[in-house]
Structures are given as structure tokens and as C-alpha cells.
């Protein structure tokens, strides 16, 4: 049984390369299809860590963002063109982005499409920053009428949590969490004799993932100033890049006209598999997303997970959702994400009260052995795939 696995852009996220191994360990012939906006860049295949991808070189003229946004149509149907000369017996989109292909693929070559819903789309678009602010409420409307009516083309939805099952079952009665746990194997020790000596006499407070302001960079830093007149020796550690440079610069500025330079520390991209010798040498996982409607419906961050899994108490938001699942485990503590002072109360007593750190560490690593974990939710994406094949 073909499958391709489609993608909007050049990297492969965790969850992609989960998806990938497990359909390959169970005998499917998988094959990734990237988009990769570029200047001429010609189609290309490459293997990538044992994975059989083909990047669909869609040329631009401008790197200019907006630009490329306003050319949607024509990524479209470069992305469809592609897809349509692998043939595949299953095509599975995978994101909002190559949803509307799927529907193409659905009504012109009566392929089996399945739409990995893995975000709520309409407001995680509308919230990039080339929109100006007026227009964010018609670009959330835009992008929900587009998805409602590609969900009812598709055969499966695979989504990430009850919240966006529940919606997404309104549109289309075949819907499954696949819930973005990470896979055992990522907790292996890895220790890094370097990292180790560079930290050694610091208590590392540590945050994976990318860099915006709506997952509470800034109340982080200002929350470690406050830390730091009690614990000197504490450090605040972002794993990940800025996803936006003005923001970049907000938060250098900030750090340098408080001469924050010894107490926070970007390291910028790290591939994922490097991301375990981070948190192997941390005290605590910061998860401090604010309060919009976005993340007030997520309640299985993948980040969450990665640091219980590595025995790390949280300092979580209390969005509603989050709270409850950090309450559940008993894997940490959970604070008003823009009360400075609620955040640096909660570092302090974790950091000086070690054993009960350490319990709440115990507890997320046992929540992530027994349930939260990539090893369940393959069974759900196998049986996808097994329904899938039986309808046809």
C-alpha cells in the first residue's frame, strides 16, 4: 500500500517523522512530499534519516512573506501536480496548508485522504504578524470556511486532542486523536559531558520550542530577575529559535538595557534529537503559554510531555485545559502566566524545596511511561489506516 505524506514546508516535524516510522515498521511504502519555496529549485528526492522524501521545488520570484501568502494558489496547484504523479493509494495532508490539495486529490483522482488537524488553524494563521491587526477576525473567518468545507471532501481526520475532535466531528463522522506524545526512545540518556561542565554550578530553568509572545518569553525573563535576588546561581535556558525578528529584538533590548546577559541564554535551533541533553541537566520546564484563544484549547502541548517525561516538575499556565492535565499527574504547579511574581514564587519554591520537586518529577515520568506516550497513540494511527483500507 502507497502512501504519501504531504507537507507545506522543508522541515519535518517530530510528529511527521513519528507517523513515518510507525506506517514503515507496519509495511506501508511511505513517501514525504515537501514543499520547498524557493528560487528554481528544481524537484529533488533525498533520503532523510531512512525516510524517502521528495522536495517539489515551487519557485518564487520574492522571499518577501506577504508576497508569498497572496501567491497561495499557485503553491496549490505546483504542491497537486506533484502529488498527482506520485499515484499513491493514500495521500495524508498534513496541515491546513495541504488540506485543499487532499480535496483535489479527493475529487479528481478519487484518492483515500486523510487531514492531519493538528492545530486550531483559523487562529494560529490569523495570528501571524504580516497581518495587520484589522484584518486578523476576516483572515480566522476566511480560514475556517475553507477548512469546513475541505473536511467534509476528506475520508479521516487525525487530530491532537478531544477539544479539536469534538469540533472537527461536527464536519466529518471519521475522527481520531492521535495525540503528538513523544516516543519513548526520546528519553533515553544522553548525557553531554560538555553541557554538564558548562552548567555545573548553575540551576538551569529550561523552555523547548519556538520563541513568540503569545507563549510567554518576556514574563519568563522578568520572572527570573525577581528569582534571582533570592537564588543567585539561577539561569534561565530557551531551546529553539525566534520565530519573528522584531520580537527578537524586543526581548535582546530588553535583556541588554538590564544587563541580563549572564542570567538568559538563547541556544537558538537545536535539531530535536539534541534536545534530551537539555533537559537531562535542567531543574524545571517552564510551559507559561498566554492567555489567548488559541491556548486556551490546548491541552496536550508536546513540550509538556517532553519535560515530565525527563522527570522535570512544570511551571504551567492555569489555562483551563492545562491545568487540569498538570493537576491529574501531580507533575507540577500551575500560575497566572502574566503575574510576575505568581511565576517567580513557583521557581523558588521548587528550586528550595527539592524533594517535593522531585516527586512532581516522578509523577510525570511515570504518567508518560504507562500512558502519554507515541507507542499508544500508533495503535490509533494503525487503526486509521486498517479502517481506511477495509472502506475501499
Not at 532523510?48 to 501567491?71: E, F, P, Q, W
Not at 537545536?270 to 537539555?278: A, L, N, S, T
Request: aromatic letters at 10%.
Amino acid at each position: 500500500m502507497n502512501v504519501s505524506i504531504i507537507v507545506s514546508n522543508m522541515s519535518l516535524e517530530s510528529r511527521i517523522l513519528k507517523e513515518v516510522r510507525t506506517l514503515k515498521r507496519n509495511g506501508y511504502d511511505v513517501r514525504v512530499l515537501a514543499a520547498a519555496f524557493s528560487h528554481g529549485t528544481k524537484k529533488k528526492k533525498k533520503e532523510i534519516k531512512d525516510l524517502d522524501v521528495i522536495y517539489a521545488g515551487i519557485s518564487m520570484r520574492s522571499s518577501n512573506k506577504l508576497i508569498r501568502i497572496l501567491s497561495y494558489p499557485y503553491y496549490l496547484l505546483m504542491l497537486c501536480l506533484h502529488a498527482f504523479r506520485l499515484n499513491s493509494d493514500i495521500y495524508h495532508c498534513q496541515d491546513f496548508h495541504t488540506l485543499p490539495v487532499g480535496c483535489l486529490l479527493k475529487l479528481f483522482g478519487r484518492k483515500r485522504v486523510i487531514y492531519d488537524a493538528r492545530e486550531h488553524y483559523a487562529m494560529l494563521i490569523s495570528e501571524n504578524p504580516v497581518f495587520p491587526r484589522f484584518i486578523k477576525p476576516a483572515i480566522r473567518s476566511l480560514v475556517n470556511f475553507l477548512e469546513t468545507v475541505c473536511c467534509h471532501f476528506v475520508d479521516y481526520i487525525i487530530t491532537v486532542d478531544p477539544i479539536l475532535e469534538k469540533n472537527f466531528l461536527k464536519l466529518n463522522k471519521n475522527v481520531t486523536v492521535v495525540a503528538n506524545f513523544p516516543e519513548l526512545m526520546f528519553f533515553q540518556s544522553t548525557e553531554d559531558n560538555a553541557l554538564m561542565k558548562k552548567y555545573n554550578n548553575r540551576q538551569l530553568i529550561i523552555y523547548v520550542g519556538g520563541l513568540t509572545p503569545y507563549r510567554g518569553i518576556l514574563e519568563s525573563i522578568k520572572a527570573i530577575e525577581l528569582v534571582r535576588n533570592k537564588i543567585e546561581n539561577v539561569k534561565l535556558l530557551f531551546v529553539g529559535p525566534f520565530q519573528d525578528t522584531k520580537y527578537e529584538k524586543k526581548v535582546l533590548d530588553y535583556i541588554k538595557s538590564n544587563n541580563l546577559e549572564n542570567l538568559v541564554e538563547f541556544t537558538g535551533p537545536v535539531p530535536y534529537g539534541e534536545v534530551p541533553k537539555y533537559l537531562g541537566i535542567s531543574k524545571l520546564g517552564l510551559l507559561l503559554y498566554q492567555p489567548t484563544m488559541r491556548y486556551s484549547k490546548t491541552p496536550y502541548p508536546i513540550k509538556l510531555f517532553e519535560y515530565i517525561g525527563y522527570s522535570l516538575p512544570v511551571i504551567s499556565s492555569n489555562l483551563p485545559e492545562l491545568e487540569k492535565i498538570i493537576n491529574e499527574i501531580n507533575c507540577g504547579i500551575s500560575v497566572d502566566p502574566t503575574n510576575l511574581r505568581e511565576i517567580s514564587d513557583a521557581i523558588i519554591y521548587l528550586l528550595e524545596n527539592p524533594s517535593e520537586a522531585k516527586k512532581m518529577g516522578e509523577n510525570g515520568r511515570k504518567a508518560v511511561e504507562e500512558k502519554y506516550n507515541w507507542e499508544m497513540m500508533e495503535k490509533r494511527l494503525l487503526e486509521v489506516y486498517s479502517d481506511l483500507i477495509k472502506q475501499n
